[in-house]
């Protein structure tokens, strides 16, 4: 059973468009993240939520919005898609609490034309 | 603000020499949560190891050991008798109390050639 899973694993889109990628787990974790990993695989938090409350928000556009309609689910929407939003964007669950691993799905690899 | 260094970009080594990523770390927090990570080629981020700042005992898991050293603020990890398959990106990351977020160190990309 996959614990963390995202879709799509691939996104490949235009300038300008509007995308969304999917997060679900099956841990029964409190707390969700989105982070972004860019070419030179540096890895930076965007959000977090616990529990489908807002408690990271860093500096990000606003055109990132993240939504959590419960505790088992993270989606994140990108509005007018940008080439710099080229990237892979991975979600994590965890526990709440900073000593408590992180679990990663397998990314989603964003391709803007 | 929470800072993690990963001097070492790309270290290559053949199968069966150990290899040492080195990783360094900045807080003002007394209390803080460290980890490895570890993103083979499929993309993949796999959890390690956990280490809390009050628990200096180093780790040793298979070929695997950890070395903590809050007086040189380093995480060192060890791969001991390195394989083909432990080629990967390793990342060092910190946590603190009251700040969720990992904060990773820019990763050591590892390839073991046979």
């Known amino acids: 059973d996959t614990a963390v899973s995202q879709t799509p694993k691939y996104l490949v889109t235009q300038m300008g468009n509007d995308k969304s990628i999917k997060c679900e787990q099956n841990?029964?974790?409190?707390?969700m993240y989105w982070y972004k990993q860019d070419s030179k695989k540096f890895l930076k938090i965007m959000f977090s939520?616990?529990?489908?409350?807002?408690?990271i928000n860093e500096t990000v556009p606003n055109r990132f919005s993240p939504k959590s309609p419960d505790k088992a689910h993270l989606n994140l929407h990108i509005n007018s898609l940008e080439l710099g939003d080229s990237a892979v964007y991975f979600c994590?669950?965890?526990?709440?609490?900073?000593?408590?691993?992180?679990?990663f799905g397998d990314g989603t690899r964003l391709s803007i034309l | 603000a929470q800072k993690v260094t990963q001097a070492q970009t790309e270290i290559s080594v053949v199968e069966k020499e150990d290899v040492t990523l080195d990783c360094v770390y900045e807080?003002?927090?007394?209390?803080?949560?460290l980890f490895w990570y570890k993103q083979p080629p499929s993309g993949e981020l796999v959890f390690l190891i956990r280490?809390?700042?009050?628990?200096?005992q180093n780790e040793i898991s298979g070929r695997y050991s950890w070395n903590f050293q809050k007086s040189t603020s380093s995480f060192n990890f060890t791969i001991t008798a390195s394989q083909v398959v432990d080629s990967a990106v390793y990342f060092c990351?910190?946590?603190?109390?009251?700040?969720?977020?990992?904060?990773f160190g820019a990763g050591t990309t590892v390839t073991v050639r046979a």
């Open positions: 994590a669950s965890s526990p709440l609490g900073p000593n408590q691993p992180q679990h």
């Open positions: 841990l029964g974790h409190d707390t």
């Open positions: 939520y616990n529990n489908k409350e807002l408690i």
């Open positions: 807080t003002r927090d007394t209390t803080y949560y």
């Open positions: 280490r809390n700042s009050f628990d200096e």
């Open positions: 990351a910190l946590s603190v109390p009251n700040d969720y977020k990992l904060s």
